[in-house]
């Protein structure tokens, strides 16, 4: 079962090579999430630190945004190996979101919500399954670098 669980969680970190990248409508123009964003998921013993990069907004109305992880330990005790991906993201009513899906199709979305000056509290959902010992969701904050 513990097999299972890391390739789970290996399918899991490994999404920036299948990602289907999305977002939500209804923008607006405050550019306060642009920059660079870090800071640790709590996701199991170790942690996982997390680095968002959120670019300026194109013609679009989306911002690019490089989310990168490093290595941590998974809730079922699985190595998660470090990796970065793209997506385009968006702002709507002063939470910036972006998500993906994976190559099982399990989507995954990333929300910053300003908590403080240069600090936001960010929350990573995904949707299906858990397998035993993980959680739907994980907090942090993450601090503007």
Known sequence: ??????????IIAAMSSAGVAGSADNTTDNP???GVWSGTWDM??????VTITIGQKNEKGANKTTYAYGWGKSGTGGTI???SFVVYGRERE??????????????TTVTLKKYK?????????R???SISNQRPYYDAILNRK
């Open 94 to 107: 002063g939470v910036f979101g972006f998500w993906w899906k994976d190559k099982l199709g399990t989507k």
């Open 81 to 83: 190996p470090p990796g």
């Open 44 to 49: 199991g013993q170790a942690g996982v630190d």
């Open 117 to 125: 000056e240069d600090v936001v509290k960010a929350r990573y959902d």
């Open 32 to 34: 306060y999430f642009e």
């Open 127 to 129: 949707e299906g399954q």
């Open 1 to 10: 079962m513990n097999r299972k669980a890391f390739v789970v969680a290996v």
